[in-house]
Protein backbone atom coordinates (compact mmCIF):
# COMPACT_ATOMS: atom_id res chain seq x y z
CA UNK A 1 0.00 0.00 0.00
CA UNK A 2 1.69 3.64 -1.36
CA UNK A 3 1.60 6.57 1.12
CA UNK A 4 -0.47 9.24 -0.01
CA UNK A 5 3.13 11.67 0.80
CA UNK A 6 4.57 9.36 -2.10
CA UNK A 7 2.35 10.35 -4.65
CA UNK A 8 1.50 13.96 -3.77
CA UNK A 9 3.69 17.34 -2.91
CA UNK A 10 0.36 18.18 -0.78
CA UNK A 11 -2.48 16.93 1.17
CA UNK A 12 -5.62 15.10 -0.15
CA UNK A 13 -7.58 18.32 0.87
CA UNK A 14 -5.40 20.31 -1.56
CA UNK A 15 -6.08 17.84 -4.35
CA UNK A 16 -9.34 17.66 -4.24
CA UNK A 17 -9.69 21.49 -4.33
CA UNK A 18 -7.44 21.48 -7.47
CA UNK A 19 -9.30 19.07 -9.34
CA UNK A 20 -12.37 20.73 -7.87
CA UNK A 21 -11.44 24.17 -9.86
CA UNK A 22 -10.94 22.70 -12.95
CA UNK A 23 -14.26 20.72 -13.32
CA UNK A 24 -17.41 21.49 -13.62
CA UNK A 25 -19.68 20.65 -10.31
CA UNK A 26 -21.40 17.53 -12.09
CA UNK A 27 -18.18 16.48 -13.64
CA UNK A 28 -16.76 16.89 -9.97
CA UNK A 29 -19.11 14.44 -8.49
CA UNK A 30 -18.32 11.81 -10.88
CA UNK A 31 -15.10 11.48 -10.09
CA UNK A 32 -15.61 11.32 -6.68
CA UNK A 33 -17.87 8.61 -7.41
CA UNK A 34 -15.32 6.73 -9.18
CA UNK A 35 -12.51 7.33 -6.50
CA UNK A 36 -15.30 5.25 -4.41
CA UNK A 37 -15.69 3.01 -6.95
CA UNK A 38 -12.37 2.20 -7.22
CA UNK A 39 -11.29 2.56 -3.82
CA UNK A 40 -13.94 -0.50 -3.81
CA UNK A 41 -12.80 -2.64 -6.04
CA UNK A 42 -8.87 -1.99 -5.17
CA UNK A 43 -10.00 -3.77 -2.05
CA UNK A 44 -11.80 -6.74 -3.45
CA UNK A 45 -9.30 -7.73 -5.93
CA UNK A 46 -6.09 -6.73 -4.23
CA UNK A 47 -4.72 -3.53 -5.56
CA UNK A 48 -3.37 -0.51 -4.31
CA UNK A 49 -5.71 1.15 -2.51
CA UNK A 50 -4.56 4.66 -2.39
CA UNK A 51 -3.53 5.07 -6.14
CA UNK A 52 -6.79 3.92 -6.83
CA UNK A 53 -8.48 6.61 -4.76
CA UNK A 54 -6.22 9.17 -6.41
CA UNK A 55 -6.74 8.19 -9.80
CA UNK A 56 -10.10 8.57 -9.64
CA UNK A 57 -9.79 12.03 -8.68
CA UNK A 58 -7.77 13.03 -11.72
CA UNK A 59 -8.90 10.70 -14.42
CA UNK A 60 -10.93 13.26 -15.60
CA UNK A 61 -8.71 16.09 -14.56
CA UNK A 62 -8.28 17.69 -18.53
CA UNK A 63 -12.30 16.63 -19.38
CA UNK A 64 -12.78 20.62 -19.50
CA UNK A 65 -9.85 22.08 -21.22
CA UNK A 66 -9.88 23.43 -24.41
CA UNK A 67 -9.55 21.62 -27.96
CA UNK A 68 -7.06 24.09 -28.43
CA UNK A 69 -5.00 23.29 -25.47
CA UNK A 70 -4.91 19.45 -26.79
CA UNK A 71 -3.96 20.18 -30.17
CA UNK A 72 -0.97 22.06 -28.84
CA UNK A 73 0.28 19.09 -26.87
CA UNK A 74 0.05 16.47 -29.30
CA UNK A 75 2.11 18.53 -31.43
CA UNK A 76 4.74 20.16 -29.25
CA UNK A 77 5.07 16.76 -27.33
CA UNK A 78 5.24 14.89 -30.51
CA UNK A 79 2.11 12.60 -29.83
CA UNK A 80 0.96 10.57 -32.59
CA UNK A 81 -0.47 12.78 -34.99
CA UNK A 82 -3.60 10.49 -35.55
CA UNK A 83 -4.80 11.93 -32.59
CA UNK A 84 -5.30 15.06 -33.85
CA UNK A 85 -8.22 13.04 -36.10
CA UNK A 86 -9.67 12.46 -32.47
CA UNK A 87 -11.84 14.62 -29.96
CA UNK A 88 -11.93 15.23 -26.47
CA UNK A 89 -13.21 12.00 -25.87
CA UNK A 90 -9.86 10.34 -26.91
CA UNK A 91 -7.47 13.09 -25.93
CA UNK A 92 -8.96 14.07 -21.76
CA UNK A 93 -7.36 10.60 -21.26
CA UNK A 94 -4.55 9.83 -23.47
CA UNK A 95 -3.08 13.33 -23.55
CA UNK A 96 -4.74 14.35 -20.26
CA UNK A 97 -1.69 12.80 -18.62
CA UNK A 98 0.50 15.93 -19.21
CA UNK A 99 -1.76 18.31 -17.74
CA UNK A 100 -1.91 16.05 -14.74
CA UNK A 101 1.89 15.65 -14.60
CA UNK A 102 2.17 19.93 -15.31
CA UNK A 103 -0.70 21.25 -12.65
CA UNK A 104 -0.55 18.34 -9.89
CA UNK A 105 2.80 17.23 -10.15
CA UNK A 106 1.52 13.62 -10.26
CA UNK A 107 4.52 11.59 -11.40
CA UNK A 108 3.40 8.29 -10.47
CA UNK A 109 3.81 6.14 -13.05
CA UNK A 110 0.79 3.78 -12.18
CA UNK A 111 -1.64 6.33 -11.83
CA UNK A 112 -0.41 7.74 -15.00
CA UNK A 113 -0.84 4.79 -16.82
CA UNK A 114 -4.13 4.12 -15.33
CA UNK A 115 -5.73 7.88 -16.67
CA UNK A 116 -3.86 7.36 -20.09
CA UNK A 117 -5.61 4.14 -20.71
CA UNK A 118 -9.02 4.88 -18.82
CA UNK A 119 -11.08 5.86 -22.30
CA UNK A 120 -9.57 3.38 -24.52
CA UNK A 121 -7.71 0.55 -22.52
CA UNK A 122 -4.35 -0.99 -23.91
CA UNK A 123 -3.97 -4.79 -24.81
CA UNK A 124 -1.76 -4.87 -21.97
CA UNK A 125 -3.61 -3.51 -18.62
CA UNK A 126 -2.09 -3.56 -14.82
CA UNK A 127 -5.07 -4.03 -12.15
CA UNK A 128 -5.48 -0.68 -11.37
CA UNK A 129 -5.55 -0.01 -15.40
CA UNK A 130 -8.57 -2.18 -14.90
CA UNK A 131 -10.20 -0.99 -12.17
CA UNK A 132 -9.84 3.14 -12.92
CA UNK A 133 -11.57 1.71 -16.68
CA UNK A 134 -13.99 -0.22 -15.55
CA UNK A 135 -14.66 2.01 -12.10
CA UNK A 136 -15.45 4.97 -14.74
CA UNK A 137 -18.38 2.98 -16.75
CA UNK A 138 -20.07 1.48 -14.01
CA UNK A 139 -19.92 4.91 -10.68
CA UNK A 140 -23.57 4.71 -9.07
CA UNK A 141 -24.19 7.31 -11.49
CA UNK A 142 -24.51 6.00 -14.30
CA UNK A 143 -27.44 4.87 -15.87
CA UNK A 144 -27.06 3.88 -19.19
CA UNK A 145 -28.87 0.18 -20.46
CA UNK A 146 -26.63 -2.26 -20.11
CA UNK A 147 -24.67 -0.67 -16.62
CA UNK A 148 -25.86 -4.07 -14.64
CA UNK A 149 -24.56 -6.32 -16.57
CA UNK A 150 -21.46 -4.46 -16.67
CA UNK A 151 -21.46 -4.40 -12.72
CA UNK A 152 -22.10 -8.06 -12.90
CA UNK A 153 -19.44 -8.74 -15.31
CA UNK A 154 -17.20 -6.52 -13.04
CA UNK A 155 -18.24 -8.46 -9.36
CA UNK A 156 -17.18 -11.30 -11.63
CA UNK A 157 -13.77 -10.37 -12.45
CA UNK A 158 -11.55 -7.75 -13.73
CA UNK A 159 -10.90 -9.10 -16.87
CA UNK A 160 -14.82 -9.62 -17.49
CA UNK A 161 -15.70 -6.02 -16.85
CA UNK A 162 -13.04 -5.14 -19.19
CA UNK A 163 -14.49 -7.31 -21.84
CA UNK A 164 -17.76 -6.04 -21.50
CA UNK A 165 -17.24 -2.31 -21.26
CA UNK A 166 -14.67 -2.64 -24.65
CA UNK A 167 -17.94 -4.62 -26.35
CA UNK A 168 -20.10 -2.14 -25.73
CA UNK A 169 -18.16 0.93 -26.22
CA UNK A 170 -17.53 -0.50 -29.55
CA UNK A 171 -21.47 -1.42 -29.92
CA UNK A 172 -22.36 2.28 -29.16
CA UNK A 173 -19.38 4.21 -31.33
CA UNK A 174 -20.51 1.84 -34.61
CA UNK A 175 -24.30 2.76 -33.49
CA UNK A 176 -23.39 6.61 -33.50
CA UNK A 177 -21.30 6.25 -37.25
CA UNK A 178 -18.24 7.29 -34.60
CA UNK A 179 -14.54 7.04 -35.52
CA UNK A 180 -13.09 4.47 -33.85
CA UNK A 181 -9.37 5.34 -32.53
CA UNK A 182 -7.14 2.15 -33.48
CA UNK A 183 -6.00 1.33 -29.92
CA UNK A 184 -9.37 1.10 -28.88
CA UNK A 185 -10.02 -1.89 -31.23
CA UNK A 186 -6.51 -3.54 -30.32
CA UNK A 187 -7.59 -3.29 -26.69
CA UNK A 188 -11.22 -5.10 -27.72
CA UNK A 189 -9.45 -7.33 -29.78
CA UNK A 190 -7.05 -8.43 -26.51
CA UNK A 191 -9.82 -9.05 -24.25
CA UNK A 192 -12.79 -9.53 -25.77
CA UNK A 193 -11.76 -13.57 -25.60
CA UNK A 194 -10.58 -13.03 -21.48
CA UNK A 195 -10.98 -16.84 -20.04
P1 LIG B 1 -16.05 10.00 -19.24
O1 LIG B 1 -14.84 10.83 -19.53
O2 LIG B 1 -16.25 9.75 -17.79
O3 LIG B 1 -17.31 10.59 -19.86
O4 LIG B 1 -15.86 8.55 -19.94
P2 LIG B 1 -14.73 7.98 -20.92
O5 LIG B 1 -13.44 8.68 -20.68
O6 LIG B 1 -14.72 6.51 -20.76
O7 LIG B 1 -15.26 8.27 -22.41
C1 LIG B 1 -15.20 9.50 -23.08
C2 LIG B 1 -15.84 9.39 -24.45
O8 LIG B 1 -14.94 8.79 -25.39
C3 LIG B 1 -17.12 8.56 -24.50
O9 LIG B 1 -18.11 9.33 -25.16
C4 LIG B 1 -16.72 7.35 -25.33
O10 LIG B 1 -17.83 6.82 -26.04
C5 LIG B 1 -15.69 7.96 -26.25
N1 LIG B 1 -14.78 6.97 -26.90
C6 LIG B 1 -14.20 5.88 -26.35
N2 LIG B 1 -13.46 5.20 -27.26
C7 LIG B 1 -13.56 5.89 -28.44
C8 LIG B 1 -13.05 5.72 -29.78
O11 LIG B 1 -12.33 4.78 -30.10
N3 LIG B 1 -13.42 6.66 -30.72
C9 LIG B 1 -14.22 7.72 -30.42
N4 LIG B 1 -14.52 8.58 -31.39
N5 LIG B 1 -14.71 7.93 -29.18
C10 LIG B 1 -14.40 7.03 -28.20
FE1 LIG C 1 -12.93 10.09 -19.04
FE1 LIG D 1 -14.43 4.69 -19.53
FE1 LIG E 1 -14.83 9.60 -16.16
Given at each position: ????A???????????????Q???P????H???V???A??????YG??V???R?????????KD???E??????????L??????????????V?G??????D?Q?Y?PA??S?VG?HT??A????K????I??AD?????R???G?D?A???A???L?????????Q??????S?????YP?TI????A?????
Amino acid sequence: ESNLADLLPYSYAELLDRVSQKLKPKRFEHVQRVADTAEKLAQKYGADVTRARVAGIVHDYAKDLPDEAFKQVILSQQLDPALLGYNNGIWHGVVGTYFIQRDLQIYDPAILSAVGKHTIGAPKMSKLDQIIFIADFIEPGREFPGVDAARKAAETSLAAGVAFELAQTLNFLVSKKQKIYPKTIASYNAWVVHN
